[in-house]
């Protein structure tokens, strides 16, 4: 059972205030809900007598927040070849609404976007998943958007760029040393790109 004031995630939307609890009469049926401010203003409902079975909980406290973020210093891990089972487990990770599995696939896409870019249903996920982690470590660390969004995207930047550089004998991924014409010239038209 929650509170007024309490701060929960709600798997799959992110991490807000429980407003208020009011007992609504839906469709014939009378019972309480949970009035949970998510960000940008949304409120959304959900059903005390449901709330735990669907997974909403309390945000992690500042020390998880530290580990969070370790997941995402950390380096990529393997993800599926195959785009739809790709897809499906990044999202099994995100409806668990686990901040640590939420965080892996934030740090799995975010690299996978730098060294080949995603698909527009893959950069979709990236934003959402994004937006509920920020969610969640604003309100753990008592921070604001702008700057946690900063946090976890300069975290990410540095991870990859540390990452990238040790899988790859030191040289960043994608980048071209020398443009080499497909057909019809010589070998003086070769020119190298800075």
């Known amino acids: 059972m929650f509170n007024v004031g309490d701060k ?10 429980i ?15 949970y009035i949970i401010k998510m960000p940008g203003e949304v409120k959304v409902m959900v059903p ?11 945000i992690i406290d500042k020390e998880t927040a530290g580990k969070v973020f370790k997941v995402l210093e ?24 686990d901040a640590y599995e939420i965080a892996d696939v934030v740090r799995n896409l975010s690299f996978k976007q730098k ?25 753990a660390e008592n921070s ?5 969004e900063e946090l976890v995207n300069d975290t990410i930047n540095n991870s990859f ?3 990238s550089k040790t899988a790859n004998n030191n040289e960043p991924h994608n980048i071209v040393k020398t443009f080499i014409p497909f057909s019809g010239t010589d070998s003086n038209n070769i020119t190298d790109v800075k």
């Open 8 to 17: 929960v995630v709600y798997p799959m939307h992110g991490a807000g205030t």
């Open 19 to 33: 407003e208020g609890i009011e007992e609504k009469d839906i469709l014939g049926e009378k019972q309480a809900y």
């Open 48 to 58: 005390t007598a449901k709330a735990e079975g669907i997974g909403v909980r309390d």
């Open 74 to 97: 950390t380096d990529s891990t393997q993800m599926d070849m195959n785009w739809n089972k790709r897809y499906r487990d990044n999202m099994e990770k995100m409806k668990s609404g």
């Open 115 to 139: 060294e080949k870019g995603l698909s527009t249903g893959e950069k979709k996920m990236l934003l959402n998943a994004k937006q509920i982690l920020v969610s969640e470590l604003t309100l």
């Open 144 to 148: 604001n958007k702008e700057q946690m």
């Open 161 to 163: 760029a540390e990452y």
